[in-house]
């Protein structure tokens, strides 16, 4: 007993299971089934034994946890943090756990295979119980290997054959479709794509879908002549330059698509700095409906696909994969357009 409290300690100061157990008044294996959200715990032994933990501030040892099999952790890899449609998934992944015992880690890849590599493994040793993978560069191989470690879900990659590991998606060919429609329906009749630079793709393969929808949709409308999907890298600098040379063609284009909204930012950005009215000039559209298009200053149409329940979807598919679900499932969003005032015409 530590002096000046009748609440009971560890001899280390240390407030351990066997402490909430006999400040509850129950045993150790109550306080443990409680932990693990064992089947048949009554309400009233829940209760009793959160209360004492809220008393005495008790945090589980990851470790013991560890080695009893869960560590009611899980990890989440993005790409980078520039994105902005990122925070709506993560808002997702946290609706997903906010009624369970699990806290989600973050780790961010920087868009290259060798440092995600290198965080899996750190999430591997430290007894993560699965792992939400989202824009990740790792290759098909690369996937499995993980998944035979830890459950994993993934997110923005289309495999639909994949066995080991479960994808989120959105419907990204339709979402490019859904562009040009929504352009033409406008009244613009020379949309052009902006998307990743060629170093990148095939690893982003959700670029690669709304190329293809985008081209489809342009050929199934008479425009197939007119197929303009050109390559940037992320710089405001590189974009802008992408645009000056769309926009001096001897046939410009009077929309852009931004292949995802930070591009799409970007290239707002640009066609203003160039002297271009928006959306009287140049219409310009993004994808993805993160929260920069509906400030004022941007105002920008946005391919929509859901991110948050995207978010929601990746953590139920883990959870259940955490507790024993071996089938593989391949949820994918249906996307739908926002539209705002740099189309509406």
């Known amino acids: ?109 920087r868009g290259l295979a060798t440092i995600e590599t290198t965080i899996v493994h750190a999430m591997v040793d430290r007894q993560m119980d699965g792992i939400i993978m989202i824009g990740q560069r790792l290759n098909t191989p690369g996937l499995n290997e993980v998944a035979k470690s830890l459950p994993i879900v993934v997110v923005a990659h289309h495999e639909p054959t994949a066995t080991a590991f479960d994808t989120v998606n959105n419907d990204d060919e339709l979402g490019g479709r859904l562009v040009v429609e929504h352009l033409l329906a406008q009244g613009y009749k020379r949309p052009a794509m902006i998307t990743l630079s060629r170093a990148q793709l095939g690893r982003v393969d959700v670029s690669d879908r709304r190329e293809r929808g985008f081209a489809k949709a342009m050929q199934a409308a008479g425009l197939g002549h007119y197929v303009h999907i050109e390559a940037a890298e992320a710089e405001l600098d590189d974009v802008t330059a992408t645009v000056r040379e769309l926009l001096e063609r001897p046939d410009p284009p009077d929309a852009i698509f931004g292949w995802a909204d930070y591009y799409a930012l970007e290239v707002l950005s640009a066609v203003r700095t160039l002297g271009y009215r928006v959306p009287e000039d140049i219409g310009v559209i993004g994808y993805d409906n993160s929260e920069p298009c509906s400030f004022t200053q941007n105002n920008l149409t946005s391919i929509d696909q859901s991110g948050r329940e995207i978010g929601r979807q990746a953590v139920r598919m883990l959870l259940e994969r955490i507790g024993g679900r071996t089938t593989v499932e391949h949820f994918v969003t249906t996307p739908k357009v926002s539209l705002r005032g740099s189309t509406q015409r």
């Not at 001899?11 to 306080?31: L, Y």
């Not at 470790?63 to 925070?87: C, E, H, K, S, W």
């Open 1 to 109: 007993m530590s002096q000046g409290s009748d609440i009971p300690t560890a001899r280390s100061g240390r407030v351990t299971i066997r402490t909430v157990a006999e400040h509850a008044g129950v045993s150790v294996a109550a306080v443990s089934k409680v932990l693990r959200d064992a089947y048949g715990v009554s309400a009233a032994l829940r209760a009793k034994v959160e209360a004492s933990i809220a008393t005495l501030n008790y945090r589980p040892s990851a470790a013991a946890r560890g080695m009893r099999g869960q560590t009611y952790t899980i990890g989440v890899i993005m790409a980078d943090i520039n994105n902005p449609f990122y925070p709506q998934i993560f808002e997702g992944i946290n609706d997903g756990l906010s009624d369970t015992q699990y806290i989600p880690l973050i780790g961010l890849g």
